[in-house]
C-alpha cells in the first residue's frame, strides 16, 4: 500500500546562537520557540505568516524562523 510522507519543521535563528533542529510536529517546534523566547528575555514585534513558513521577528532583530519540510 501507499505510505503517507509525514511533514517535519525546522526550527532556526538569526541573531542568536542556535542550532537549526527538527521537530515531528509544528506543536513541538513552537514550544521550542518559546522556550529560547523565554531564556533570552524576546519582545515579539513582527509574525510574517505564509501557511507553511513562519517568520517571527522580534524587538531587537533577532528573527527565529520555523519552516515545514516536504
Known amino acids: 500500500m501507499y505510505k503517507f510522507f ?4 525546522t526550527l532556526a535563528a538569526e541573531g542568536l ?8 510536529t509544528r506543536q513541538a ?3 521550542a520557540m518559546y522556550e529560547i523566547v523565554g ?3 524576546l519582545e ?3 509574525v510574517y505568516d505564509d501557511k507553511h513558513f513562519k517568520t517571527y ?8 524562523h520555523i519552516n515545514r519540510e516536504f
Open 39 to 41: 531564556k533570552n528575555g
Open 29 to 31: 517546534a513552537n514550544e
Open 44 to 46: 515579539l514585534a513582527q
Open 17 to 24: 546562537n542556535i542550532k537549526p533542529r527538527r521537530f515531528a
Open 6 to 9: 509525514e511533514h517535519t519543521y
Open 57 to 64: 521577528v522580534y524587538a531587537n532583530g533577532v528573527k527565529i
